[in-house]
């Protein structure tokens, strides 16, 4: 071989190494994410429509199809400046982690939806970030509370994971306030699901926040009936008022219980109170209750946007709107706002919209996206009397 052959071999073996190494970083960039049609973008619903915790579920899902109508009827989404109609994919988890984990993988890989709205529940969420991060598209749940939901284990935020509510810890925190402040509660019992993170995740900073004696703490299980020993303790300790930290399930039977005992103090809770059901478990027993929510119909009627969806969904549903059918409603419209401000689908950019938005005109209230991918947004203080909620206090 010539000497000029080589120096040619050897320029064009160069290009060839360069071209290639730049097929392969386009091939790689270009297959992040998920890309949509021309005429629609899909969003996946992956919730709890069935099993333990089917009542949040069917509440969220009401929302959102209350909003995916909403903007189909408008036109549907601006993506720069062409408007698309919203096609929804909706599939039950059956309120089980690895159902969950499995249903996000087949709305992203096999569907190809642009974002995934839901689950409602923390655990199930959580077990959806592993298929939802590989395939670099966003997981939005409008209710999963844990603080750590949207965190790595190393501190870093999980890039695609986002959340439509407030973390548990400002939640427990609330309440503590609540009770030392409004209550002038003295000695508390804190009562906790420790099946669940968000069980122990409210307890623990309830716990840490309230100013008096926490003179007991036990805990129960998801799924247990019989609560009547522990309260018969925290009765003889001579409570002023009991934290039940735990879903409506439990937390029903939880307040009947006492009053059947003749508990009359005031019982405390997170926003796994915030269903009908509860009030349905619990029936009139449900008085003199209180728990921190980001939505009620009675402190929303000052906000044009909360009047606007509570018309809406007692027109479509023939019922008041519920908190967690709110907070899917807002999730959705989010999705809208992120790909209307990046004027694009594109799966990758919904996140960077999401992580910009900043006072976003919600249902409960405006809220600003913060560097942990947790909304800042008021919180409100609920008191149900004979099942119904009696009065609203804001909490600062």
Do not use: W
């Amino acid at each position: 071989m010539k000497k000029t052959t080589k120096k040619l071999m050897t320029v064009f073996s160069a290009v060839a190494a360069t071209m290639m190494l730049a097929g392969c970083s386009v091939a790689k960039n270009s297959s992040k994410g998920t890309k949509q049609d021309d005429k629609t973008v899909k969003i996946g619903m992956n919730m709890e429509l069935s099993g333990a915790t089917a009542g949040y579920g069917n509440a969220e899902k009401n929302g959102i199809d209350l909003a995916v109508s909403e903007i189909n009827q408008a036109g549907g989404i601006n993506v720069n400046g062409h408007k698309k109609k919203i096609k929804l994919i909706t599939r039950d988890n059956k309120s089980s982690n690895t159902t969950s984990a499995s249903v996000a993988a087949q709305l992203v890989n096999k569907d190809k939806v642009a974002v995934v709205v839901g689950p409602a529940t923390t655990n199930a969420a959580t077990a959806e970030i592993p298929n939802v991060t590989k395939a670099s598209v966003v997981g939005l749940s409008p209710s999963a509370t844990d603080p750590n939901y949207t965190l790595q284990k190393n501190g870093k935020v999980q890039p695609f994971v986002f959340r439509a509510c407030f973390q548990d810890n400002f939640q427990g925190t609330s309440a503590a306030k609540f009770a030392d402040d409004t209550l002038h509660a003295k000695r508390v019992a804190i009562y906790a699901d420790n099946s669940s993170d968000y069980g122990t995740g409210l307890a623990k900073a309830f716990k840490k926040t309230f100013k008096g004696k926490v003179v007991d703490m036990q805990n129960y299980s998801a799924g247990d009936k019989d609560f009547n020993a522990v309260l018969t303790s925290f009765k003889a300790k001579k409570v002023d008022a009991i934290y039940v930290a735990g879903y409506y399930t439990e937390a029903g039977l939880i307040v009947k219980q006492a009053r059947q005992m003749g508990i009359k103090v005031p019982i405390l809770g997170g926003d796994g109170m915030a269903d009908p059901k509860f009030v349905q478990i619990a029936g009139q027993s449900a008085t003199n209750i209180y728990y921190t929510t980001p939505f009620s119909n009675s402190a929303a009627t000052k906000n044009p946007v909360a009047l606007k969806f509570m018309k809406a969904y007692k027109a479509r549903y023939n019922e008041a709107a519920p908190t967690f059918s709110a907070l899917a409603y807002d999730a959705v419209y989010m999705v809208k706002a992120a790909i209307e401000s990046e004027k694009s689908d594109d799966s990758v950019k919904i996140a960077d919209g999401l992580a910009k938005l900043k006072d976003f005109p919600g249902v409960s209230g405006k809220i600003t996206m913060n560097k942990t991918h947790d909304p800042e947004m008021p919180i409100t203080m609920v008191k149900l009397v004979n099942g119904k909620i009696n009065k609203a206090f804001s909490v600062k």
